[in-house]
Protein backbone atom coordinates (compact mmCIF):
# COMPACT_ATOMS: atom_id res chain seq x y z
CA UNK A 1 0.00 0.00 0.00
CA UNK A 2 2.81 2.23 1.26
CA UNK A 3 4.43 1.85 -2.72
CA UNK A 4 0.68 2.53 -4.08
CA UNK A 5 0.52 5.75 -2.30
CA UNK A 6 3.82 7.02 -3.43
CA UNK A 7 3.26 6.68 -6.70
CA UNK A 8 -0.02 7.58 -6.76
CA UNK A 9 1.42 10.67 -8.59
CA UNK A 10 2.56 8.82 -11.30
CA UNK A 11 -0.37 6.47 -11.83
CA UNK A 12 -2.83 9.12 -12.09
CA UNK A 13 -0.41 11.11 -14.38
CA UNK A 14 -1.23 7.75 -16.41
CA UNK A 15 -4.92 8.34 -16.34
CA UNK A 16 -5.50 5.85 -13.82
CA UNK A 17 -7.33 6.32 -10.41
CA UNK A 18 -5.82 4.08 -8.14
CA UNK A 19 -7.13 2.35 -5.07
CA UNK A 20 -6.75 -0.85 -2.68
CA UNK A 21 -8.84 -3.95 -2.25
CA UNK A 22 -8.49 -6.18 0.58
CA UNK A 23 -10.96 -9.00 3.25
CA UNK A 24 -10.43 -6.49 5.81
CA UNK A 25 -13.22 -4.88 7.30
CA UNK A 26 -13.61 -1.05 6.40
CA UNK A 27 -12.77 -0.10 10.76
CA UNK A 28 -9.33 -2.04 9.48
CA UNK A 29 -9.07 -0.18 6.43
CA UNK A 30 -9.35 3.27 8.60
CA UNK A 31 -6.97 2.47 11.15
CA UNK A 32 -4.56 1.60 8.06
CA UNK A 33 -4.74 4.66 6.72
CA UNK A 34 -4.63 6.77 9.87
CA UNK A 35 -1.51 4.66 10.95
CA UNK A 36 0.47 4.63 7.56
CA UNK A 37 -1.02 8.37 6.09
CA UNK A 38 -2.66 6.31 3.10
CA UNK A 39 -5.11 9.21 1.53
CA UNK A 40 -5.69 6.29 -1.13
CA UNK A 41 -9.87 4.92 -1.35
CA UNK A 42 -9.87 1.67 -0.20
CA UNK A 43 -12.61 -1.26 -0.51
CA UNK A 44 -13.00 -3.96 2.09
CA UNK A 45 -14.21 -7.32 0.04
CA UNK A 46 -15.57 -8.89 3.36
CA UNK A 47 -17.52 -11.63 1.64
CA UNK A 48 -14.58 -12.37 -1.71
CA UNK A 49 -16.78 -11.17 -3.95
CA UNK A 50 -14.06 -9.79 -5.73
CA UNK A 51 -11.46 -12.47 -4.95
CA UNK A 52 -13.14 -14.77 -6.80
CA UNK A 53 -14.54 -13.11 -9.42
CA UNK A 54 -10.95 -11.82 -10.12
CA UNK A 55 -9.95 -15.17 -9.98
CA UNK A 56 -7.10 -14.38 -7.12
CA UNK A 57 -8.00 -16.17 -3.89
CA UNK A 58 -5.96 -19.12 -2.36
CA UNK A 59 -6.28 -20.73 0.53
CA UNK A 60 -3.88 -19.83 3.67
CA UNK A 61 -3.45 -22.11 6.69
CA UNK A 62 -6.68 -23.24 6.04
CA UNK A 63 -8.38 -20.21 5.11
CA UNK A 64 -10.44 -20.14 1.94
CA UNK A 65 -10.57 -17.10 -0.49
CA UNK A 66 -7.10 -15.18 0.79
CA UNK A 67 -6.70 -12.74 -1.48
CA UNK A 68 -3.08 -13.34 -3.78
CA UNK A 69 -1.32 -9.86 -3.95
CA UNK A 70 -2.00 -8.49 -7.36
CA UNK A 71 -2.75 -5.80 -9.04
CA UNK A 72 -4.84 -4.77 -12.46
CA UNK A 73 -5.70 -2.36 -14.83
CA UNK A 74 -9.37 -1.71 -15.64
CA UNK A 75 -10.34 0.54 -18.16
CA UNK A 76 -13.84 2.60 -18.64
CA UNK A 77 -15.52 0.02 -20.17
CA UNK A 78 -14.52 -2.26 -17.05
CA UNK A 79 -12.19 -4.36 -19.49
CA UNK A 80 -9.00 -5.77 -17.47
CA UNK A 81 -6.20 -4.31 -19.61
CA UNK A 82 -3.28 -5.91 -17.28
CA UNK A 83 -3.14 -8.32 -14.72
CA UNK A 84 -0.34 -9.58 -12.53
CA UNK A 85 -0.25 -11.58 -9.27
CA UNK A 86 2.91 -11.31 -7.45
CA UNK A 87 2.47 -14.19 -5.00
CA UNK A 88 5.20 -12.68 -2.01
CA UNK A 89 6.78 -10.46 -4.23
CA UNK A 90 6.64 -6.72 -4.30
CA UNK A 91 4.86 -5.60 -7.07
CA UNK A 92 7.17 -3.64 -9.23
CA UNK A 93 5.43 0.14 -9.79
CA UNK A 94 7.49 0.85 -12.45
CA UNK A 95 6.06 -1.89 -14.18
CA UNK A 96 2.77 -1.03 -13.36
CA UNK A 97 2.92 2.75 -14.54
CA UNK A 98 4.50 1.85 -17.08
CA UNK A 99 1.63 -0.39 -18.56
CA UNK A 100 -0.51 2.34 -17.46
CA UNK A 101 1.18 4.68 -19.60
CA UNK A 102 0.91 2.24 -22.60
CA UNK A 103 -2.82 1.78 -22.31
CA UNK A 104 -3.21 5.55 -22.39
Same mark, same amino acid.
Given at each position: ???????????????? $????? @??? $??? $???????????????? @?????????????????????????? @???????????????????????????????????
Amino acid at each position: MLLLRDRRADLEAAGV $SPFGI @SRD $SPW $SHVAWQQALDIDLPLL @SDWNAEAVRAFGVGQEYRGLQDVAER @SAFLVDGERTIRFAKEYGDEIPDMDELVDAARALG
